[in-house]
């Protein structure tokens, strides 16, 4: 009797442990695959580059340069090391968008000194399979262009590019109103103020937009007062950012901008307006030849800034405040792998003197050589 009731116990030990061990191999099985998911949904991309500019006709000591971001100094350069961390879960995640060097740090102009190195930072919510909240600080809706050169086709920059908004910081909401049909609205700081607000005045954004096999169309939209010292008024501005595949080896993209500032006193509204074509033909699988063609102009003043005796603008005005350029800029990307080669021949002509040639006289055009390179991983 005795060794009947050791066996039935024993019989039920082994039973608990064997389903013990059952329960904890299923147990760690499902921890290392939640660990493993986790991990698969975490990523890390970025790029380097630099560049080399030479001006033709003009002085080579960073005196003289185009009048927009980034590729402007003169010989060998830096552009920038961007890291970009994200996790993409099935309802949540985030973009941390981390930048380095001359290029990053034009980029976020406003920041503070201990934090330009950040370019994005936020986190977003997929509340539906339509609906989609996005918070932090995320790079502009608005333009063709964007600050990373791993995301243009020209490796200098256009004007509208370059005098539009650049970052935001706020909440914005994206919908998606059919398979083709787009929407996004938002709340943001005034533009490019991204670490905080120190105006408390807002501005909204809005876009719509159609996505189809051959390209897509965004109609962009800004408004509010961007809080700047001194008397001024609401800032409006429209953008039409749009780019189709004609054929197969050519694609052509458009950008259309106008912006427009209202005096808080009597006065005209400043601003400014262009549009820029960008054709665009694949010669080999590895090479391709495009063209950035850019009229942009200002009326009233509305890119002239006055900061006690010095007078800045990105090209000359008339009595009146108004003048305008126009600017050709022929670009090949050669790919090599993950790197991208792009020698480019730029000119810029404006309607008044804006630059200064090797005799030191003032004239209405340069041209500029950049050769452009660019790693991405």
Known sequence: MKTKTVTNFLKKACLFALAFASFSIVAQEEEEEKEKNWFDNFSVSGSVDGYYRYNIGA???????????????????????????????????????????????????????????????????????KVTLTFGNFNTFLGYEVISPTGNFNYSTSYMFSYGPFSHTGLKADFVLSEKWSAMLAVMNPTDYTENNPFDTYIVGAQLGYSADKGSAYLNFRYGNEGEPGEVGPT?????????????????????????????????????????????????????????????????GGLVVIDGTDISTPFGVDTEGDGSVFAATLTGSYDIGDLTLKPELRVDSASEDSFTDNDGELTKSLSSFVLGAVYKF
């Open 59 to 129: 002085p080579n000591d960073n005196s003289v340069a185009p009048g927009t971001s980034f590729a402007n100094e003169s010989g060998f350069a830096l552009g920038m090391a961007n890291v970009i961390l994200g996790y993409e879960g099935d309802k949540v995640g985030f973009v941390a968008d981390l930048v380095f060097g001359q290029r990053g740090e034009d980029a976020v102009f406003n920041s503070d000194d201990s934090a330009q190195i950040v370019n994005q930072l936020y986190a977003y919510w997929n509340v539906s399979e």
């Open 236 to 300: 409006f501005q429209a953008d039409l950012t749009t780019g189709w595949d004609v054929a197969e080896d050519f694609y052509l993209g458009i950008n259309a901008t106008y912006l427009s500032t209202e005096p808080q006193e009597d006065g005209d509204a400043a601003g400014f307006y262009g549009v820029a074509l960008y054709p665009q033909y694949k010669t080999s699988e590895k090479f391709t030849l495009g063209l950035r063609g850019e009229y942009f102009a200002q009326y009233n």
